[in-house]
Nanobody, 114 residues
């Protein structure tokens, strides 16, 4: 079993920055993929960024050059810069093991508004 707990969301003005953190516990292996997804009201959940020991990093086109995903021991981070109103969403941490089982955190709200 894997448990994921996100933190770091909040309200930020356009052009601002936020750093999301996700603490993982349980059967975590550095080779497996961790990542961030987001879901805006009325929209489907979408990939933001992933990081794994085998595939490196992967970003959605909409966040390339603005967001950076990184990983520590049982942690994954998302540094978000130059935030736009369209980045407003609930951000979810994700862990996917080598057998394809996916785990999700409870989500953290990010609101970009003046």
């Amino acid at each position: 079993q894997v448990q994921l707990v996100e933190s770091g969301g909040g309200l930020v003005q356009p052009g601002g920055s936020l750093r999301l953190s996700c603490a993982a516990s349980g059967s975590i292996f550095s080779i497996d993929a961790m990542g961030w997804y987001r879901q805006a009201p009325g929209k489907e959940r979408e990939l933001v960024a992933t990081i794994s020991g085998t595939s490196g990093t992967n970003y959605a086109d909409s966040v390339k050059g603005r967001f950076i995903i990184s990983r520590g021991k049982n942690m994954v981070y998302l540094q978000m810069s130059s935030l736009k109103p369209e980045d407003t969403a609930v951000y979810y941490c994700n862990y996917r093991n080598q057998w394809g089982t996916a785990y999700w955190g409870q989500g953290t709200q990010v609101t970009v508004s003046s």
